[in-house]
């Protein structure tokens, strides 16, 4: 669910994020648990838009804020909660939406089309 690293490509619009996700086809795939890796993804990563984006796959059991500093021997629980948030849930099928534009991007088989249309570029 790392989708808050993308923006809508359109001249003008670089701004409007983030974008709505909109899933109707989710998948889980166990992945084995890093939290040194997640300690490490954290600051990349825009967590108010991760909560909003976990919300729409029924993820609620992430805190509204995170703890500074997270440690991983006093954190495991929420980094084990943040792990399967981040690398195990997949939206395999859905759309991505402007929030300023309502610009539409399709996710297919878990990628997202940002490619634009000529008359938008």
């Known amino acids: 669910l790392t989708h808050n690293l993308l923006i809508n490509p359109m001249k003008g619009f670089e701004q409007a994020f983030p974008l709505k996700l909109i899933p109707t086809k989710i998948t889980k795939e166990e992945v084995k648990f890093n939290a040194a890796f997640v300690v490490h993804l954290l600051p990349k990563i825009d967590y108010k838009v991760l909560l909003y984006a976990a919300s729409t796959v029924g ?56 490619r634009l249309n000529e008359d938008e570029v």
Not at 65 to 75: F, K, N, T, V
């Open 59 to 114: 993820i609620k059991n992430l805190p509204a804020e995170l703890p500074r500093p997270i440690d991983a021997s006093q954190h495991e629980d929420l980094l084990k909660a943040l792990h399967h948030t981040l690398l195990e849930i997949h939206v395999e099928e859905g759309k991505l939406v402007c929030p300023k534009s309502e610009r539409e991007f399709p996710i297919k088989q878990g990628i997202p089309n940002m």
